[in-house]
T-cell receptor
Framework: GQSLEQPSEVTAVEGAIVQINCTYQ??????LSWYQQHDGGAPTFLSYNALDGLEETGRFSSFLSRSDSYGYLLLQELQMKDSASYFCAVRDLGANNLFFGTGTRLTVIP | GAVVSQHPSWVICKSGTSVKIECRSL??????MFWYRQFPKQSLMLMAT?????????EQGVEKDKFLINHASLTLSTLTVTSAHPEDSSFYIC??????????????FGPGTRLTVL
């Protein structure tokens, strides 16, 4: 089975940097993805790590360490619009399903 | 590109009635569609996976006779919540993957349907 744990809530100041961690236990997966979801909206894809290391996409970066069963999403130059829920997810090896983490609600304050 | 729509965006129904939710891929052929359910302040939970022309595969604990899924074409999948009860009130989200995408395995999400059962 799959299990992905995230901190439930994080608060950070506008303009700052915040890291959202994801620790997982899986029976095998292709890679770790990150999604953003605003209240009442659909998840939107942010980043994907197939291999260990850091992937950078604008203000967002994501990191994966398979040996540590750990990944994180790094958000830089935080903006008020970044207030949302963030989910890590793994793509199952067998059925191509996505299993989502417990989710982290990020609140950006002025 | 890679747009997925859902209809309706929200629905309120009486307990005991059935509700149908549509999920459409607008600019690609969705060989696989996924249905998720999300309760307030919780994560997305996969309910079932459907491949075009085949029976859906349901996750453990999801009643296939209660949540009927049809994926009869490459652009449309439907989820019917039969004999809905208040505990079925949730946010239902579909996603799709398939031909016409750069990555056949990448999933694109619909905007979701808010179901409220009175």
């Amino acid at each position: 089975g799959q299990s992905l744990e995230q901190p439930s809530e994080v608060t950070a100041v506008e303009g700052a940097i915040v890291q959202i961690n994801c620790t997982y236990q899986t029976s095998g997966f292709y890679g770790l993805s990150w999604y953003q979801q605003h209240d009442g909206g659909a998840p939107t894809f942010l980043s994907y790590n197939a291999l260990d290391g850091l992937e950078e996409t604008g203000r967002f970066s994501s990191f994966l360490s398979r040996s540590d069963s750990y990944g994180y999403l790094l958000l830089q130059e935080l903006q008020m619009k970044d207030s949302a829920s963030y989910f890590c997810a793994v793509r199952d090896l067998g059925a191509n399903n996505l299993f989502f983490g417990t989710g982290t609600r990020l609140t950006v304050i002025p | 590109g890679a747009v997925v729509s859902q209809h309706p965006s929200w629905v309120i129904c009486k307990s005991g009635t059935s509700v149908k939710i549509e999920c459409r891929s607008l600019d690609f052929q969705a060989t696989t569609m996924f249905w998720y359910r999300q309760f307030p302040k919780q994560s997305l939970m996969l309910m079932a996976t459907s491949n075009e022309g085949s029976k859906a595969t349901y996750e453990q604990g999801v009643e296939k006779d209660k949540f009927l899924i049809n994926h009869a074409s490459l652009t449309l999948s439907t989820l019917t919540v039969t004999s809905a009860h208040p505990e079925d009130s949730s946010f239902y989200i579909c996603s799709a993957s398939g031909w016409g995408l750069a990555d056949l395995s990448e999933q694109f999400f619909g905007p979701g349907t808010r179901l409220t059962v009175l």
